[in-house]
């Protein structure tokens, strides 16, 4: 009989076949106490564990690229954190064996950060998905992971680490369910990234049998657990239809009257650009620089590799707007060289642009490397600055770029609702605005975005959310200036058309979603996409505005 599951639509398409589960094992090794003439080859046992894991980790994400390599290269230094390591010294030195002193002192932080209601409590995942990789090549098992299978299937996890989603088969995942995670989890973004239709926040999806046939709609978050032979057909006509409208869906983004929408790609380095000039981007909305610096936690990279890297974006989009976000350091993109190691909460501490204010030689670095990069190409060159507080902020932003003689238009991210709420004053030192819709949401709700149990409050169809993007867009008309979204918002097909008719000016997504937005958009006139908009901001939840505004699209 065919029951129905609701949890997170979090990547469009539909999925429809047998469920794997993902591999689970125990991993807690004994505890026993090793003679003290061993400390230190269990100790170097430990170093070599940790290294090689990191190793691995930074290989999985140089094969992935893009999105997933930051995020692995971001694990990896998760693995070789030196107060961690510390603690693992500490604990063998004091008669643990290697493996349980490195499970022992995982533990302890990962107790530390899911109690402290810090920012970094959406990483625990990430931290046990280390932690199991380390214990388990000094136990010399295998290491749990993605299911072998020679017949396609769809995934289901508790959550999925960094490092299974990065290298997922997309010929034989047809999608994949988790029980945890939200919208803007790593899980979720690398999802869009493979094109992968995805549910996350799905309670009990664990207790669906192995070999159950289930239909994933990743669009509405739907699960339909032995679906009847009329919902499959249903969902395979709607799918056909979605993929023949893609198709029919070319060129600039534009609503169906005309009005044009750019769409523009988020991208993490170089190993982006194919897939964002294949999928029609109109240029890059968010080029985020944290690779570069990830590589290495222990220094900035010099001006010369700076300067490679951005002109290998550059020369891609010989014509296109290529907005730049300087580096984002601090909170769950700690940097030794830059962030402190003890905030107590990092999220609400020194990050983003607070961070390179308090470091001008890093941020001056970054901007001349930026106007080497883009010297003598024809290239629109944007340039914007995280975390954006105030006025004081924004100025403190473009005073820095034309000291570093930077020929470029300078821009704040909207993610601080102080920075929405008072963005006239802030347009009045930049050029534009970029609302990052995740932490946006993030500090609105107090809801740490990668949290499943607060999900439904970083659902970008919430009101109050939508009601700090009109305040900008408004703001940034009443300017003469732009406001564009470079948030997982401007992934939902409908919507961007809310986003539109809320008077925001440019949409830049994951490169798989553009064909999916562009083709929604030329579905409908700016007068339908404004009266959608208005709909959705007079609800009172998130499920209420995105029904009101579909209502309004589909003309009931």
């Given at each position: 009989m065919e029951t129905t599951l609701r949890g997170v639509g979090v990547s469009h398409g539909v999925a429809i076949g047998g469920v794997r589960h993902m591999g689970t094992a125990v991993l807690e090794p004994p505890a026993k106490q090793i003679p003290a003439e061993e400390a230190e080859r269990e100790q170097q046992r430990a170093r070599q564990a940790v290294e090689a894991v990191a190793a691995d980790l930074t290989a999985r994400g140089n094969l992935a690229g893009g999105e997933a390599q930051a995020v692995l290269e971001a694990q990896a230094l998760m693995a070789q954190d030196p107060e961690l390591m510390?603690?693992?010294?500490?604990?063998?030195?004091?008669?643990?064996?290697?493996?349980?002193?490195?499970?022992?002192?995982?533990?302890?932080y990962r107790e530390l950060l899911a109690n402290a209601g810090e920012y970094l409590a959406g990483r625990v995942a990430d931290l046990d998905d280390v932690r199991n990789r380390i214990v388990a090549r000094l136990l010399g098992v295998p290491m749990p992971g993605v299911p072998d299978s020679d017949e396609p299937y769809v995934l289901v996890a508790r959550d999925l680490a960094p490092a299974d989603t990065a290298l997922l088969d997309p010929t034989l995942v047809l999608g994949f369910v988790t029980e945890e995670g939200g919208p803007t989890s790593h899980s979720a973004i690398l999802a869009r990234a493979l094109g992968v239709p995805a549910v996350v926040a799905l309670p009990g999806a664990g207790e669906i049998a192995e070999g159950t046939l289930i239909a994933v709609d990743g669009s509405s978050g739907e699960i339909f657990v032995n679906p009847t032979e009329e919902r499959?057909?249903?969902?395979?006509?709607?799918?056909?239809?979605?993929?023949?409208?893609?198709?029919?869906?070319?060129?600039?983004?534009?609503?169906?009257?005309?009005?044009?929408?750019?769409?523009?790609?988020?991208?993490?380095?170089?190993?982006?650009?194919?897939?964002?000039?294949?999928?029609?981007?109109?240029?890059?909305?968010?080029?985020?620089?944290?690779?570069?610096?990830?590589?290495?936690?222990?220094?900035?990279?010099?001006?010369?590799?700076?300067?490679?890297?951005?002109?290998?974006?550059?020369?891609?989009?010989?014509?296109?707007?290529?907005?730049?976000?300087?580096?984002?350091?601090?909170?769950?993109?700690?940097?030794?060289?830059?962030?402190?190691?003890?905030?107590p909460n990092p999220a609400l501490g020194v990050r983003g642009l607070r961070t390179l204010l308090d470091h001008p030689d890093v941020l001056r670095t970054q901007l001349t490397a930026l106007a080497k990069a883009a010297d003598g190409l024809p290239v629109h060159l944007e340039v914007m600055a995280p975390m954006v507080a105030d006025r004081a902020d924004a100025k403190a932003f473009a005073d820095a770029c034309r000291e570093a003689g930077l020929r470029a238009k300078y821009g704040a991210m909207v993610e601080i609702p102080s920075a929405a709420l008072r963005a006239r004053s802030v347009l009045r030192e930049v050029e534009f605005l970029s609302l990052g819709t995740n932490d946006?949401?993030?500090?609105?709700?107090?809801?740490?975005?990668?949290?499943?149990?607060?999900?439904?409050?970083?659902?970008?169809?919430?009101?109050?959310?939508?009601?700090?993007?009109?305040?900008?867009?408004?703001?940034?008309?009443?300017?003469?200036?732009?406001?564009?979204?470079?948030?997982?918002?401007?992934?939902?097909?409908?919507?961007?058309?809310?986003?539109?008719?809320?008077?925001?000016?440019?949409?830049?997504?994951?490169?798989a979603s553009i064909p999916y937005v562009r083709a929604s958009l030329a579905k409908f006139t700016l007068a339908q996409c404004e009266r959608a908009a208005a709909a959705a901001r007079a609800a009172d939840s998130a499920d209420e505005a995105r029904n009101a505004a579909q209502a309004v699209l589909s003309g009931e």
């Open positions: 510390a603690d693992v010294d500490r604990r063998i030195a004091v008669g643990s064996s290697a493996e349980r002193a490195v499970y022992d002192a995982f533990a302890a499959r057909t249903a969902l395979e006509a709607a799918a056909a239809e979605r993929k023949a409208a893609l198709a029919a869906a070319t060129g600039p983004g534009a609503t169906a009257d005309g009005h044009k929408v750019p769409l523009l790609a988020n991208i993490g380095g170089p190993a982006d650009v194919a897939a964002a000039v294949e999928a029609g981007a109109e240029g890059v909305g968010l080029f985020r620089t944290e690779f570069l610096f990830l590589d290495d936690s222990k220094a900035a990279p010099s001006e010369e590799k700076q300067v490679e890297a951005y002109r290998q974006v550059l020369e891609a989009f010989p014509e296109g707007r290529v907005v730049v976000r300087v580096l984002d350091a601090g909170a769950d993109k700690p940097l030794d060289f830059l962030t402190p190691a003890d905030e946006l949401a993030q500090y609105t709700f107090a809801a740490d975005r990668q949290v499943g149990a607060v999900s439904r409050l970083q659902d970008p169809w919430q009101p109050a959310l939508l009601d700090l993007v009109a305040l900008s867009a408004e703001a940034a008309r009443a300017e003469g200036k732009s406001c564009g979204v470079c948030g997982e918002a401007a992934s939902d097909p409908l919507l961007a058309c809310v986003l539109t008719g809320l008077g925001v000016t440019s949409l830049s997504m994951g490169a």
